[in-house]
């Protein structure tokens, strides 16, 4: 997979949902429990 600037980046599985929400508070797309995806912060 080719990434480019602009396209959405990933929210490492490290990350917990509770600091996701603050990091991320639009929220994120869950494709799978270990792949949240978020549009590039700018």
């Given at each position: 997979?080719?990434?480019?600037?602009?396209?959405?980046v990933i929210i490492?599985?490290?990350v917990?949902?509770?600091e996701a929400a603050?990091?991320?508070p639009d929220?994120?797309?869950e494709?799978?429990?270990y792949l949240r995806v978020?549009?590039?912060p700018r």
């Open positions: 997979m080719n990434w480019t600037n602009g396209d959405d490492i599985p490290a917990d949902n509770d603050q990091l991320f929220g994120w797309d494709q799978k429990p978020v549009p590039q």
